[in-house]
């Protein structure tokens, strides 16, 4: 293994290097440079080297080439038209309707692409010519199909009939059918439903398959030259006339013909670019909608703690019912770039797994990590926690080596790692969606660390066995990844990182793709392994319940910056900022200022506040959790709020209260005992005293 | 589910009734009626028809041309694909776009311009022909036109499993350890195969029938440069409908056996792309 300890080693997992990617591209537009353009210049060459006025003459003054314009644009429309509505109507049935020889009705619509040009026409030659089956019938009534406008039409319809079925059916399956079904219950009947619901939904692929099957039809070959029998000026179609032009050694004429059809390519393929450029940017448009919704929570107003920050950004202040010695953590700043309470349990060991020290990290525009500084304390699982588009995931990426840090830099037991690409780090990474090798079986997953590394066979059958049996697997080495149920494939994933014997262990959002019962099963799972193997471990979750019973200790991000570190006790019950609190978990809020000592919020409701004795006012948001009010039938001398109780639901082990505060035009949530809500006897519609046993105030200025 | 949209929708009768007349009338009962024909003639006369050293010469054509140009797609899509895919460069939109252009240009444009390039005094011909490379009017002008007809097939089947192979997978080989030769050999290659040959077959099965563009390139000499469809023409112009049929038939067999292979192909793709 290269031991190139540059940037772009560590990028090269994403990107060739620049000199294989010019090789690459530059071998691919010469192969398509010579296959297909040069000949595509070529027709326009030799359609135009005698001016303009000569070419002209070879297409509008020539006859023959007229008369054979005009053939074609019957032709071709026509032989359309037929196939268009019969895509229609097997696209319908195919797509909408389940019956016995549906599989075959829809291989068998594939047959003419498989049928040469020529057997086309022939089969056709077989039935309606002189010899065919019908050959006397027709020449006793004098028709003609043969030779003639209506075989040109069966010969073109045969050969171009796969193309709008084709393109429909897959368009119409992905579409369902809800929106038409629900047409029907709303009393839409038949051709409606087909009109207003389906074709609305179907039009750019129906256009679609219409274009490419007229492109085929008007420049149909084969099976056109085998029923035309070539009358000049009558059954010669654009191509046939081309060849004949090119038979009689006219040159010009031909490539004149030739021109137009080039032509009539090109459009084909500009509308079907445009179409296809069309539904990337609906997509696109589509996904950017899904990330911006997705992106919403994280803006909420608290932030997270800052260089900037100067003063403590949080107190608890205790109302005169509560009991006053609480213990306080203060995330302070990190004004090295490290956070306190992380640096003091690492060091506490003696022993840092894993060092972020003042990464920052843009995607253009957008800041996803902001000088970000942690340690990870040696054999301990953290969770990385926070909204999406946080930046966990990045810092997750950058620690893996699969991302590159714009500034700052990644430690592993000590050791500078910043710039080692992610095979030389020695990391363990499991993806979110798994990322099995599908064409492997479930041994041949997990050995395939062991094999580019060069193990001995017994050595590999001894290791993966081994893991098979931890991840509790045994016996499901020969199965494919599409054979597990979600759970199993992420113990297989889990198995496959740790075969190497990684120094550290990553998990982008292990659980993420798995159904709420699994991920608990998995969850205790992944915990248990923990103690057993004890590998440093770091695991992405946007849940925080996820968090708290998995992880040792939680880092708690918000819009790149990390705004808390800390046991998921220290995070829960002391939350760094306002950010936090609201979080991790129900919060009721409250707006209002401080001064002097005091927190005054609406309507005279009010806290002492003792960490801001300033004179000057400043605006502070007082959070309460539920379980924190209490509820009373009368005012007492303490702050309290007069509600009115709008809801109660008392399943559970705790009764939940939904009261509307009017005074402060806001809905307050209350969890009572279940034996104080028997005592209080509380109705919907009652008046009552909400206070709060404890609060939390955060002075706006000093968050953010 | 399926019964209740039966119930539900309307137009079931009506549209698989409409779609399997039609069928049956433009497709399947004239290719039965070639069948038929051919079954006219004993089995010594069809043998005598089909088994000619003519005929003989020109399934070898047929095949051997439509193999040499399918196995020269084989990388050239592959490679065309992961350029697409992986790489932005300037116009490589339009380049994509190009791509498809022998699915659009009728044929028998492509002959004309092919014969045109190649022979001594064309733009490409006048370097090759010097040096003993014939382009036109011989075996390796039908391979040539034959390239140009089945290149879309390769880099359009293999085009959307490459997108769709999450970058997931192959970070996971890099964190696994493995070099970037390793993921593409190991990983990558294996992920692709069952689409590069569903597009293998593909560009094959196209040749086979392909008419239209090699007459113009071949020159069509007898037991050289003629290939089966051009056998087909010949025996109609002689009037001989039935020895005809017969060489047809040959055709059909080996378009239905590609046909089903593909569609096996298909399937292994659609399981292989999907958990």
């Known amino acids: 293994m290269p031991a190139t300890n540059s940037a772009a080693a560590a990028r090269r997992a994403q990107v060739d290097p620049a000199a294989v990617r010019y090789a690459l591209i530059s071998t691919s537009l010469l192969v398509v440079g010579i296959l297909v353009i040069v000949p595509l210049v070529y027709v326009f060459y030799g359609a135009l080297k005698d001016g303009i006025g000569a070419y002209w003459n070879n297409l509008f003054n020539d006859p023959d080439t007229l008369s054979a314009i005009l053939l074609t644009l019957r032709v071709a429309p026509t032989a359309v038209a037929l196939n268009i509505v019969f895509g229609v109507a097997a696209a319908w049935a195919i797509a909408r309707f389940r019956f016995p020889g549906r599989t075959l009705l829809t291989s068998l619509i594939d047959l003419p692409f498989a049928v040469s040009p020529v057997v086309a026409g022939l089969i056709f030659i077989l039935i309606f010519g002189l010899q065919g089956w019908f050959g006397e019938w027709l020449r006793a009534h004098d028709l003609k199909i043969i030779f003639a406008t209506p075989g040109l039409i069966l010969a073109t319809a045969f050969v171009t009939f796969p193309f709008v079925a084709r393109e429909l059916i897959p368009v119409m399956e992905a579409i369902g059918s809800e929106e038409e079904v629900a047409a029907v219950s709303l009393g839409a009947r038949g051709w409606q439903i087909f009109r207003r619901i389906s074709l609305p939904n179907i039009k750019w692929g129906l256009l679609y398959g219409i274009i490419l099957c007229n492109a085929r039809a008007m420049g149909e070959f084969g099976a056109v030259y085998v029923v035309s029998g070539h009358i000049a000026g009558q059954t010669d179609t654009l191509p046939l006339r081309v060849e004949k032009l090119f038979q009689e050694y006219n040159n010009a004429g031909a490539y004149a013909a030739a021109s137009l059809l080039s032509s009539l390519a090109l459009v084909t393929l500009s509308i079907k670019t445009a179409l296809e450029w069309k539904n990337r940017r609906e997509m696109e448009a589509r996904i950017r909608e899904a990330t911006q919704q997705d992106e919403t929570p994280a803006s909420s107003s608290a932030a997270a703690a800052s260089p900037e920050a100067a003063a403590p950004p949080e107190a608890t202040v205790e109302t005169p019912a509560a009991a006053p010695a609480e213990r306080r953590l203060r995330a302070v700043p990190p004004l090295d770039g490290r956070d306190e309470s992380g640096v003091d349990r690492a060091r506490e060991d003696g022993h840092v797994g894993i060092s972020v020290r003042n990464v920052t990290k843009r995607f253009g525009d957008f800041v996803a990590l902001e000088n970000v500084s942690v340690e990870i304390p040696h054999g301990e699982l953290v969770a990385l926690l926070g909204p999406s588009g946080s930046g966990k995931t990045t810092l997750l990426r950058i620690v893996s080596g699969l991302e590159t840090a714009d500034s700052g830099s990644i430690l592993y037991e000590e050791e500078d790692a910043t710039n080692r690409s992610p095979r030389d780090r020695n990391v363990g990474f499991v993806f979110q969606h798994y990322a099995l090798f599908r064409h492997m079986t479930v041994f041949e997953n997990i050995a395939f660390g062991l094999r580019v590394r060069k193990w001995k066979r017994a050595d590999v059958a001894e290791r993966v066995h081994e893991l098979l049996r931890l991840i509790q697997l045994d016996g499901l080495g020969n199965q494919l990844p599409s054979q597990l149920s979600g759970g199993q494939r992420q113990r297989v994933a889990l198995a496959r990182a740790l075969a190497a014997q990684p120094k550290v262990l990553l998990l982008d959002e292990p659980f993420g793709a798995l159904d709420a019962k699994v991920r608990q099963e998995l969850r205790q799972w992944l915990r248990r392994l923990h103690d057993e193997i004890h590998v440093t471990s770091v695991f992405v979750t946007h849940d925080q319940e996820e968090a708290f019973e998995v992880a040792d200790q939680v880092v708690v991000m918000n819009h790149g910056r990390i705004a808390q570190v800390g046991t998921p006790e220290e995070v829960f019950e002391h939350p760094a900022n306002g950010f936090v609190m609201d979080f991790l978990g129900n919060v009721n809020v409250f707006h209002g200022r401080v001064e002097g000592g005091r927190a005054l919020l609406q309507n005279g409701f009010e806290l002492d506040y003792p960490d801001y004795p300033h004179g000057e006012a400043k605006p502070a948001t007082v959070y309460v959790r539920p379980h924190e009010l209490e509820i009373d039938r009368r005012p007492s001398d303490r702050a309290s709020l007069a509600a009115q109780v709008i809801r109660i639901n008392p399943a559970g082990a705790a009764v939940k209260v939904e009261l509307a505060a009017r005074d402060f035009g806001l809905l307050l949530n209350v969890v009572l005992s279940q034996e104080r809500h028997a005592e209080l006897g509380l109705r919907a519609g009652d008046a009552v005293f909400v206070f709060p046993k404890r609060a939390r105030v955060f002075v706006q200025d000093y968050t953010i | ?275």
């Open chain 2, 1 to 275: 589910m399926v019964d209740v949209n039966r119930r539900v929708l309307p137009g079931f009768g009506l549209s698989l009734g409409y779609s399997v007349f039609y069928m049956s009338l433009l497709v399947l009962i004239p290719l039965t009626a070639c069948f038929l024909k051919a079954s006219t003639l004993g089995l010594d006369e069809f043998l005598a028809a089909v088994w000619t050293e003519r005929a003989r010469a020109a399934y070898g054509l047929t095949i051997g041309a439509s193999l040499a140009a399918a196995l020269i797609n084989l990388p050239f899509g592959v490679l065309i694909a992961w350029v697409l895919v992986r790489y932005q460069f300037p116009g490589s939109r339009l380049f994509d776009a190009i791509i498809d252009l022998p699915f659009a240009l009728p044929t028998a444009v492509a002959g004309l311009v092919y014969s045109g390039l190649y022979v001594k005094n064309g733009w490409l011909g006048q370097y090759l022909v010097p040096l003993g490379i014939q382009g036109a009017y011989s075996r390796l002008a039908i391979v040539l036109v034959l390239t140009f007809i089945g290149l879309p097939f390769v880099v359009r089947t293999v085009q959307p499993v490459l997108q769709d192979l999450e970058a997931e997978v192959e970070e996971a080989a890099a964190c696994l350890g493995a070099t970037r030769l390793q993921t593409a050999w190991r990983v990558i290659l294996p992920t692709l195969l069952p689409a590069v040959v569903t597009g293998f077959a593909l560009a094959f099965a196209r040749g086979i029938g392909e008419y239209g563009s090699v007459v113009f390139v071949s020159g069509n000499m007898p037991y050289k440069t003629e290939i089966a469809p051009v056998l087909i023409v010949a025996s109609l112009e002689a009037f001989q409908y039935r020895q005809a049929a017969a060489i047809a038939v040959v055709l059909l067999m080996l378009s239905f056996s590609m046909l089903i292979v593909i569609n096996l192909l298909e399937r292994w793709t659609k399981r292989h792309a999907s958990y």
